[in-house]
């Protein structure tokens, strides 16, 4: 993409503010802001992001003030800088939540809820952290240690909440070198050397996975992917250290055309291998709570190895590894459009998110009390699977209630609760689920929603669906 006239034009008052200066590494400070538009610009983010993200260090240390920038750039990009300032000086956006939040010192709970109002804020602050991670090695070692355990804590899983894939891995990776750089080479040799004892195997599966996709006249991309040394760590950590125990250390991506070929490639995968009971995951028909989509399996090869396999379509490949940045512009106007309507029924689940953090931001700003504590849960949770009495896996988040889960099997069957039963005992809508459990919902023709029943649900989804009902029903 050619830059664009007001794009040259924020590059040179960016020049021209920080002559004179020079980072760490000993280079002309402009390089960062540049090295910052670079990546934004790879990311496919819009003109006023870019923009901001040249602009982004001048408020804090230059001449330069937010009304020059709002007169030469318009609202956005003097919204935008704002918001990253405040992130990085004084912090002052967290300072304003210790007054809100006292009881709680989860940084990234913190930050989130400072960023409510715009997240192009946070995609430009995450632009801004990959540069000086990448660079990082020209700070003195305490400041490395600082950066690098923070960007682990906050923002990589920022990163992974955007569904970034690629982001993500780097930042992880880049940090965990400077935390724990005996055990990142330790890590990192290990994967090199599984993987050179599996090439072979590895390549005889492709073989056999090419022949049988050809016969079937399936058009498809088969790649490898490697284990990033972070999450290898992390997996290890869980599993008491025990590397047999890690089923996706050897990992093929198959890339197809459409839908039905993932699931056509899903039964040609298991009629040649033998798929592990428990690993075959469904993330087509149930995305994660970030928008990823994928079919997962792991089987066991004809020579005895574990292999796991990822099936998705192009559109869900680029999406993995670019999450909400690519498509953000239109997705973020539309929930600020919506968020101010006060409509939120319309938006797709993964983005819902967002739209509550924006509320819970308001509503902090107001003066109000906010569980916080509900609030993150919906945006870090990790998941529980649960099953229907049919053996459908159900994904939800932990600490979901059963209502949580009649609404995300359909709305129509949430609608009508009367009962549940939790492994085959009469049980009640109190009841938090547990990994595991087969859950059972009744229902009945003649029962309404009930207003009481908000505080039975802790998912964004379930909420929306109610709420809407609710509403409706009292027209
Ligand atoms: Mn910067």
């Given at each position: 993409m050619k830059d664009t006239d007001r794009i040259k034009h924020a590059v040179e008052v960016a020049r021209a503010a920080h002559e004179g200066q020079f980072r760490k590494t000993g280079e002309p400070y402009i390089v960062h802001p540049l090295a910052v538009k670079k990546i934004l610009e790879e990311w496919g983010m819009d003109e006023d992001t870019i923009i901001a993200g040249i602009l982004h260090d001048t408020v804090e240390d230059t001449n330069l003030t937010l009304n020059d920038i709002k007169k030469e750039f318009g609202e956005t990009v003097a919204f935008l800088v704002d918001g990253v300032t405040k992130l990085s000086t004084a912090r002052t956006g967290m300072r304003d939540i210790d007054t809100y939040?006292?009881?709680?010192?989860?940084n990234f709970l913190r930050l989130m809820i400072a960023l409510g109002d715009d997240i192009r804020v946070l995609i430009i602050k995450l632009a801004d952290r990959l540069h000086n991670l990448r660079t990082l090695?020209?700070?003195p070692p305490d400041k490395q240690k600082k950066i690098a355990k923070e960007t682990l804590e906050v923002f990589a899983p920022l990163a992974d909440r955007l569904n970034m894939g690629l982001l993500r891995v780097e930042m992880a990776d880049l940090s965990f070198k400077y935390v724990d750089p005996k055990r990142y080479d330790y890590l990192e040799d290990l994967i090199e050397k599984y993987n050179k004892s599996a090439s072979k195997s590895l390549k005889r599966i492709e073989d056999e996975i090419s022949e049988a996709f050809k016969k079937e006249k399936i058009k498809f991309e088969l790649s490898g992917r490697v284990k990033s040394v972070y999450s290898l760590h992390k997996k290890l950590a869980k599993h008491n250290?025990?590397?047999?125990?890690?089923?996706?250390?050897i990992a093929l991506r198959v890339i197809v055309e459409d839908i039905t070929d993932c699931y056509l490639a899903l039964g040609i995968i298991h009629s040649l291998y033998t798929p592990m009971g428990?690993?075959?995951?469904?993330y087509i028909a149930m995305p994660k709570q970030n928008g990823y989509q994928s079919l997962h399996t792991t089987v066991i090869t004809k020579d005895k190895r574990v292999v796991e396999f990822q099936i998705r379509t192009k559109e869900m490949h680029e999406y993995a590894e670019r999450?909400?940045?690519?498509?953000f512009y239109y997705n973020e106007q539309k929930v600020t459009e919506n968020y101010k309507k006060g409509?939120?029924?319309?938006?797709p689940t993964n983005l819902l998110w967002i739209t509550e953090l924006q509320m819970t931001a308001a509503k902090l700003r107001e003066g109000k009390k906010v569980d916080y504590k509900k609030l993150k849960l919906n945006l870090f949770a990790d998941k529980i699977f649960v099953y229907t009495p049919k053996g459908d896996i159900i994904d939800l988040p932990v600490g979901s209630l059963p209502l949580d889960f009649a609404y995300r099997l359909h709305s129509e069957i949430g609608d009508h609760v009367i009962g549940v039963k939790i492994n085959g005992k009469m049980s009640n809508l109190n009841k938090k689920l547990e990994q595991g459990d087969i859950v059972e919902i009744l229902t009945s023709k003649n029962q309404t929603p009930k207003s009481s029943w908000l505080d039975k649900i802790i998912t964004p989804h379930a909420r929306q669906k109610l709420m809407h009902r609710l509403n409706a029903n009292k027209k």
């Open positions: 939040l006292p009881e709680t010192r989860d090695s020209a700070l250290q025990n590397i047999n125990e890690i089923y996706d250390l428990g690993r075959i995951k469904d999450g909400l940045a690519a498509s409509k939120i029924e319309h938006l």
